[in-house]
């Protein structure tokens, strides 16, 4: 039959089913095939933080959801375009998310009375008419796979965990995606696994076959590739790029790398990436707790290695007293904190900005230090690596927040080479006879970095307070209030060591919105969709939280309205109301899901009505 | 991939490794209380630093809080005063990314078996190269005088004026248990024991924990003057040597014999056993060493002290190297624009 070939700018497709379904791994398929074809994409998984929730509950659904664009895409997309459920409860979570008209790709399999129970689904949706409003595809994939495998001598356990590839194969017609990604990736992490290997690959090219001859397929749809800057380009997830971040860093630093960290979700990925880098010299240890995590770190960079050690929210908690002990000893070590939906336990898997004022201020005694955040995926290596060119060149922890939107949602980074990121210069003491412990570098007010192994320079350091220059023990009551001091002026110089904002938008708009980590995607999008049918919307976005950038109050000043929004009850907005004393409304979202651009969009409107009724 | 690092820490040695033992004293004050034990552990571990025959800027004193923690300001070496509980973890850090120096930590009862439990127990099974100093002096002293994890059942402190209410720990047992590969104890009265007892430690690699019975004669005056007084030691305590049958007593009159897997004391001058029937120490024998750990509180038989035991297994900064050496090997140094480049990239013309 004849098809016909629908061209679109955007489109959001997301994979759902139960945990066991393998709709992460689709998901990350079909958006790394989408992504090096060269549309934009942007992706978020969604899923429970059980492993396997019971089978065909509605807690156990897991999503992947990708939105293609062929303009920027910083966000994985408002509402969804296709919805591919491969049981009721994954029907039944999603479709309130979906639009109208929209496409549901069903496996029947997934819809017996077992699954419309646990679904609590009286009767079946697929033929009670709820769905009249979309377009549904019905397939009995676990029939169809079961057919396509006949004969071939593979055992009915794999050839069931194949649907997912089928699911696969549908939206690669559907979208005209080349499959060679998928097959050469196939190949690669099947090799020793001949059955799966063929299994799955026959089963994607049923998948696309089934959507070429039936009739429910009638569109084909076609996004014009984005415009990308010139280069080589993989799609990566925040935990890998702040992993691939600490390795440059080092590399650039020319120091060994050492991690000391503690599994924690959503920050685990970080670990499980570093501890595979061996060939790269990097030395890792898993500790017995998120303590001895940063304890190892301190040890590590006490003894000249470039340290980092990789948290979420509860470990960050118990890693704050040691991260005294490193603003105290005036050690370089980098802190990354994958923010999750606290307090508590909270929620595990999904991601909040609600760490802010714990980095910024969760520490006894006076304790400053830098605080960045990364703003996207790809932003965080770039941010990786700026929290380790201050760590070095301040001596002093650093703290850098991502959270777990970005830190597992992916988009296409352009690969830099080593050679055009900056260089960081970490300054051993060279010269014994000037040696003295807090002998300070007068510019960066940074102490000298002596290690264990330099001769003539042996010396102890600690927690108690130090007496300025020889580094004695000191309890002396004018030496405190100067050391205290002399580590606030070391943070708060850095102000001149970054860069200053740039306003994004209109900056002669009547309204200023002010964002900071992984909202970047939804504000900014909200802001050139409102800007693009004649609003007048400005827009900065903080990466450097301490120090803040240094025009950040004359760009405050200029506008009468401030909008914050933050994935928490308005932690930067305090901050900024402290520093500044102006009024700045907030736009909060504690759900555990990251900001919609039509969250940010409906505010703005609202703001801009109400400022013209006011005039 | 020689690194920066590299570079500062393997100048040559300037003059000749000759040392001293006042080579180690620093020109500051100690400030234990006089009469403090822990001078007793101070002077030996000095003593043997020369010993160790390698350069002192390639050693290093990690401590936590307490008395012990002291320490690193009392020797002229690299020194890190760290946090309550934290230095096995810290010393870990230290040693994994600077395998070529010589890692000592000093710790206590409270510091190390209760805020660091868990530090401790991991350090030992993971066998890392560090050298691991408990003063156990059975009371928390530097906070004026509570019950610690080691305090016995009964004793009397500043917080618990009915008497301790809990069990003790048995350090050496615990150890033991959480796998340590060398594990001793002595006393602070017995300086030239413990220098011997330094000296095998630093000589082992991998985890060496030695527990040390140290008197606080301000909080805990006289804790072990039940068993190592002058009049009664001999015949409480039993010394451990390798490969030597275990007898004690003032006149070399007494020795430890297993009946079953239970010690007992057997008199050699009654004409019922002889030497020949004496438990042999063997410093390898982890069996042995759960039997003589276990001996720590009963009071039927005599304290060992000595090295319970000394196993020869990969230290974990040895296991790190070799992995990154196995690596480099069957797949050559790392490539970092590679590791970039990942193995799904796509080319934007």
Avoid at chain 2, 86 to 97: D, E, M, V, W
Avoid at chain 2, 186 to 208: P, V, W
Wanted: a negative charge.
């Amino acid at each position: 039959m004849k098809k016909e070939i629908v061209y679109l700018d955007e489109i959001t497709v997301r994979f759902a089913g139960d945990s066991g379904d393998g709709m992460q791994l689709a998901g990350k398929q079909f958006s790394n095939a989408s992504a090096s074809s060269g549309v934009d994409v942007n992706t978020f998984p969604d899923f429970p933080s059980e492993i396997r929730a019971p089978e065909g509950t509605l807690y156990g659904v897991s999503a992947f959801q990708i939105k293609l664009g062929s303009d920027e895409v910083t966000t994985h997309g408002d509402v969804i375009d296709v919805l591919i459920a491969m049981n009721a409860s994954s029907l039944k979570v999603n479709l309130p998310n979906l639009k109208d008209g929209g496409i549901i790709i069903t496996n029947t399999g997934g819809f017996d009375q077992r699954n419309l129970k646990l679904a609590k689904y009286a009767s079946n949706p697929l033929e009670d008419g709820t769905l009249k409003k979309y377009n549904v595809a019905t397939i009995d994939i676990d029939s169809i796979i079961k057919e396509e495998l006949k004969g071939s001598g593979i055992s009915p356990k794999i050839v069931k965990k194949t649907k997912n590839f089928f699911a696969l194969g549908i939206t690669y017609w559907l979208f005209n995606r080349p499959m060679e990604p998928t097959v050469k990736w196939l190949n690669r992490r099947f090799k020793n696994n001949a059955d799966v290997l063929e299994a799955n690959i026959r089963v994607l090219n049923a998948g696309w076959n089934y959507a070429l001859k039936n009739d429910t397929f009638k569109r084909q749809y076609t996004l014009q590739p984005a415009e990308f800057e010139k280069g080589t380009y993989r799609n990566i997830s925040g935990n890998h790029a702040v992993a691939l971040g600490l390795v440059v860093a080092a590399k650039r630093a020319n120091l060994p790398l050492f991690l000391g960290s503690y599994p924690i979700t959503p920050a685990t990925d970080i670990l499980q990436y570093i501890s595979a880098y061996k060939k790269y010299g990097i030395r890792h240890l898993q500790a017995e707790d998120e303590i001895a995590g940063i304890a190892s770190a301190i040890g590590a960079s006490y003894g000249g290695n470039l340290a980092a050690t990789t948290t979420s929210g509860p470990g960050l908690s118990l890693k704050i007293e040691a991260i005294g002990l490193a603003i105290m000893t005036e050690l370089p070590l980098v802190i990354v904190d994958v923010q999750r939906a606290g307090p508590s336990t909270g929620l595990p898997t999904k991601p909040e900005q609600s760490d802010l004022f714990q980095a910024m201020y969760g520490r006894h005694g006076e304790a400053p230090l830098p605080v960045l955040a990364a703003a996207s995926a790809a932003d965080c290596f770039f941010m990786t690596i700026e929290a380790a060119r201050i760590a070095l060149k301040y001596m002093t922890p650093v703290i850098l927040l991502t959270d777990g939107y970005i830190a597992q949602g992916t988009e296409p980074w352009r690969i830099p080479n080593l050679e055009e990121l900056p260089v960081l210069e970490p300054k051993f003491c060279e010269n014994p006879e000037k040696f003295a412990p807090y002998t300070r570098d007068p510019e960066t007010l940074a102490r000298m970095w002596a290690v264990p192994g330099m001769q003539g320079m042996e010396h102890r350091i600690g927690g108690l307070e130090k007496q300025n220059i020889t580094g004695a023990v000191s309890h002396d009551p004018d030496n405190h209030q100067r050391m205290v001091e002399i580590r606030q002026e070391k943070i708060d110089r850095i102000v001149d060591d970054i860069p200053e904002l740039e306003v994004m938008g209109d900056p002669d708009g009547d309204l200023l919105l002010i964002g900071w980590g992984s909202s970047y995607g939804a504000i900014k999008s909200a802001v050139d969709k409102k800007n693009s049918v004649g609003g007048k919307v400005a827009y900065v976005h903080l990466k450097h939280l301490n120090p803040l950038p240094k025009n950040l109050g004359s760009i405050i000043e200029q506008y009468d309205t401030i909008l914050v929004p933050e994935m928490n009850m308005g932690q930067l907005r305090t901050i900024l109301h402290s520093k500044f004393f102006k009024p700045m409304l907030g736009l909060n979202k504690v759900q555990g899901q990251p900001f919609k651009t039509s969250d940010v969009l409906t505010k703005i409107n609202e703001l801009l009505s109400e400022k013209e009724v006011m005039s | 991939m020689r690194t920066l690092l590299d570079e500062v820490i393997s100048k040559p040695h300037i003059g000749t490794i000759d040392y001293e033992p006042k080579d180690f004293k620093p020109d500051v004050d100690v400030r234990w209380c006089a009469g403090c034990g822990g001078y007793s552990i101070l002077s030996p571990v000095q003593r043997i630093m020369p010993e160790l025959g390698i350069p002192k800027e390639k050693i290093a004193f990690i401590s936590g809080i307490g008395c012990s923690g002291r320490f690193p300001y009392y020797m002229d070496v690299y020194g890190f005063h760290g946090i309550h509980g934290r230095a096995i973890a810290i010393a870990s850090g230290l040693k994994i990314g600077r395998p070529d120096l010589s890692v000592w930590v000093a710790t206590g009862d409270g510091d190390n078996m209760s805020i660091g439990g868990n530090h401790f127990i991991h350090g030992c099974r993971r066998n890392v190269n560090i050298n691991v100093i408990m003063f156990n002096n059975e009371v928390y002293s530097l906070t004026k005088g509570q019950y610690s994890p080691t305090s016995h059942k009964g004793q009397v402190t500043k917080s618990s004026p009915l008497g301790v209410l809990d069990e003790p720990f048995n350090p050496a047992a615990l150890a033991l248990g959480s796998g340590a590969t060398f594990v001793a104890r002595g006393i602070d009265k017995d300086r030239q024991h413990l220098q011997t007892l330094f000296e095998k430690a630093a000589a082992h690699n991998g985890f060496s924990f030695i527990e040390v019975y140290t008197n606080c004669n301000i909080f805990n005056d006289g804790a072990f003057d039940s068993f190592t007084k002058k009049d009664v030691r001999d015949d409480k305590i039993v010394m451990l040597e390798h490969g030597k049958p275990m007898i004690f007593g003032k006149q070399r009159d007494k020795g430890v014999k297993l009946d079953g897997f239970r010690p007992t004391v057997v008199s050699l001058t009654e004409g019922s056993y002889s030497v020949d029937d004496l438990l042999v120490h063997d410093e390898k024998d982890s069996t042995l060493a759960f039997i003589l750990g276990d001996m720590t509180y009963n009071p039927e038989v005599p304290r060992p002290m000595g090295v319970f035991q000394s196993l020869d297994r990969p230290s974990y900064d040895d296991s790190v190297q070799m992995q990154i050496d196995h690596e480099i090997e069957t797949k050559g140094a790392g490539d970092v624009n590679e590791l970039m480049r990942g193995k799904d990239s796509w080319v934007v013309e």
